[in-house]
């Protein structure tokens, strides 16, 4: 029997670094980043995704740091902004996997030309340092600057603030790659390909944990900005960064701030030591192949279920309706790149639930009573990411990397194709958000009242609902007609992110039905127009956005 | 370096491939020589380009080589690569750069000198008629423009092997005349050609040899006259249809017809 053939790895060759060819590389990548994949209806938009999506991160990091420059301790500060900054890394990482970390055209434009894996491993390694370098950058100049103007020594504290949050937002870049390598080499291949959206949402689920809530769970009270470092810190990533900023910043902490610098510096050669392993040609092959709808692949993913088909008929008013209802469904069954777009999103809710599990912050929300011992309100919060993951149908709902094939939208004679989007809609609202509420109800009537958990999460409902109209404005667009593009998605996700609207308002409808529980009579009807009038007016602007509107490929 | 000793330009041993359950390509074997164009030909799913996949170090085989100039593409890559030239059936290409900035970085790929490089970049792409288009993005290019900078990109090391794999694409007829010419020409000079397509009036035109794969394995292998003798058919299009069609073709484009117009069962 003849030897099987050895894999990329293994071959002759593969271990050698070819300096000229990874500058090649590198500088081609760097371009790909910066620029533009298309243009948009025909205009080339005004600053390239990379950039625009720098100006946002800087716009958040500045809020972030003004509003935390109150408080008089510069771990705290530290600890604060960096948590945020290296969730939105974690975050970014996460969303973006496939662009960020190889480039989808990297197997086929590069797989028949002589480049070793060890090349192109360092090319990519280069490049996604580049990328979380810049990203890390923008997130934290302004905490430097506000740091370097409010603590000691000044302009040290700016300087070191910045060096430690660049390598602490690697050290995150690489935690997350080393989840998907280690995933990728534990599972067997077609297992991980099936998992890989999971996977996506298990991350979310981790870093929103680590890096958000669990901090808050054990220090003794973050609410008035100020806290005892008990053992927790330990346990906390941005602290162990923190403390390293404190240390080198000589402000104190003693024997603590050692062990944490330790950890951070332990941490960072650990992870980034350990994802610089992992990448390779072959690895990019695998991430390509995720994309790809074999035999095999739909096999695996079978029909897509015979009652969603049934219930579009049901839903859909109009033949193009329910080709946009019948479009999405198949999609979102068969395109792991898009359900890896949209999944993270159910991380964020998943891990406040658990979140307000452990801190016992889920009673009953109508109710007032005292927060103990954490600053986040754990229903609030589960809320607005229940609220929030309505973003990510509404930014991922119009791209795809075969975004060309949307032609036969403007060849066809169709009478609307804003109602295109609106079957695509539909979909997502039945098929996708609706049992999500569905679900969310179940998992809250363990721990308040049946009743309450029904109008809480009626409530969640009907902002979400008035959510994806207005984010689905942002985003008006033939569903799956725009090419998958770097940050696309998450300079969305940075933009609706400042509003914190969908919080300010869930905040004021708890505190009032608190307050005035008969209110609930006039607040769910208000809440229900409130949703109408933003479907009403999203369909209004799909009918004269896309009306003129020419295909761009 | 590795050599093995086999004769041809491009040899396939015993080559396989397998996704699952499904054998797209079985037990291919071949022996190519220098200088010969061959067609590579089969109806779709054949398995092609996944054959050429193999052959170039695209996909690893699940058994048997592919031996380039000596070189096994899966024990030697590098070697094997450095030597071949290739043109994928999906234009695949960094659409956000320019053909300038493309054909630089497949250069710096093959460690060609800059000066040449972008000296034969420029030939080719006026020779091409795209040269005013040298320094746009490809993003807002036609599907032929992208083909043209696909073969430049192929050729602009002087491989010694070129797969092409349905390389007239997209391309206008005056291109895909200058195409075809100058694959003869390359031929003349030494070069072996792997040549896939559907378009059986070119293969005929250009290939030495034709190879007909069917549901992974050779049903055919010869020159053109030796197969159009061996199954009685006057053209290269009647020996395909003989070796490869599912059934009776004037039924099936009654069928069709009957079916588009809506008189079926009439």
Redesign the interface.
Known sequence: M?P?????GT????G?FDR??F???L??SI??DL?????SHGRRSKFPPLVAAFITYIVMGTLLAVALVSTADPFLFSLLTLSAAMFMTALLVIMEYSSVVV?P?D??????????SRTYFWTKIANLAFYVTATSFSLSIPAAVVGGITFDPGVGFGAIYLVVALVACQTTAALVVLIYSVALRVFNYEKFTRAITYVHSLSTLVIVLGYVLLPRVLAEDVTVLSLDRGPWVYGAPPAWFAGAIELATSAGGGGQTAILTLLAAGSAVALIGGAMNTISLDYS?RIAELATT???AAEVAGAPRRSFARLGIALCRTDEERAGFELMRRYMTRDRKLRARIYPAYGLPAAVYIYGLITGGLGDPFVRRQIEGNALPAQQLLGFYSVLITLFFATALSQSDQWQASWIFYAAPTRSRAAIVTGARKLIIWRYLAPFYAVLFVLLAFVMPPAKAALYVLMVFLLAMTAFALLSMASAYLPLSQALEKTRQARQIGLVMLLGVAMGLMAAVLEILKVIPAAGFVVFPVLAVLAILAEIALRARLRRRLAGEEFAG | MERTGTDGAIVFENLTKAFGEIEAVRNVSLVIPRGQILGYLGPNGAGKTTTVKMATGMLAPTGGRAIIEGYDIAADPLEAKSRIGVVPETGALYTSLTPNEYLSLVARLYHLDRDEAARKAGTFLELFGIADAADRLMNTFSRGMKQKVLISGALIHNPSVLFLDEPLSGLDANTALVLKELLRELASQGKTIFYCSHVLEVVEKVCDRVVILNKGEIIADGDIDELKDLTHQGSLEDVFSNLTSPGDLDEIVRAFTESVTGTAGE
């Open positions: 003849r099987r053939s050895p894999g990329p071959a002759r060759g593969e050698t000229e060819q500058k090649a590389l500088i081609a371009k790909l620029r533009s994949s298309r243009l480039h055209d197997f086929d434009v590069l797989a028949h030309r002589p480049v070793s092959r074999s035999a095999k």
